[in-house]
């Protein structure tokens, strides 16, 4: 089992900034990646961002040059750096952990409970 903890979503103007993080524990191992994933009201959960542990990423096109995601392998943490936030951000974020394939293709295992990212306009 592999449990993820998230921090860090709250309320945001538009084009402001927020960190979201995740640390994974538990048995971790047999996973070479993880990512974050998002759910808006009305919407299918789609995957945001991913990383690998050798650093190879993933990125949803509607956030690539606003999201940065990176990670610190020796504490099992993922972080997603959003910039220049818009309200059709508004979501909740969900942190997981899985195998990453390529920067197309990335299958998450384990999900966090989901940290709620509100951007007013």
């Known amino acids: 089992q592999v449990q993820l903890t998230e921090s860090g979503g709250g309320l945001v103007q538009a084009g402001g900034s927020l960190r979201l993080s995740c640390a994974a524990s538990?048995?971790?191992?047999?996973?070479?990646?993880m990512g974050w994933y998002r759910q808006a009201p009305g919407k299918q959960r789609e995957l945001v961002a991913a990383?690998?542990?050798?650093?190879?990423?993933a990125y949803a096109d509607a956030v690539k040059g606003r999201f940065t995601i990176s990670r610190d392998n020796a504490k099992n943490t993922v972080y997603l750096q959003m910039s220049s936030l818009k309200p059709e951000d508004t979501a909740v974020y969900y942190c997981?952990?899985?195998?990453?394939?390529?920067?197309?293709?990335?299958?998450?295992?384990?999900w966090g409970q989901g940290t709620q990212v509100t951007v007013s306009s």
């Open positions: 990383i690998s542990s050798v650093g190879s990423t």
């Open positions: 538990g048995s971790t191992f047999g996973f070479n990646a």
């Open positions: 997981n952990i899985g195998t990453y394939y390529n920067s197309r293709t990335y299958a998450p295992h384990y």
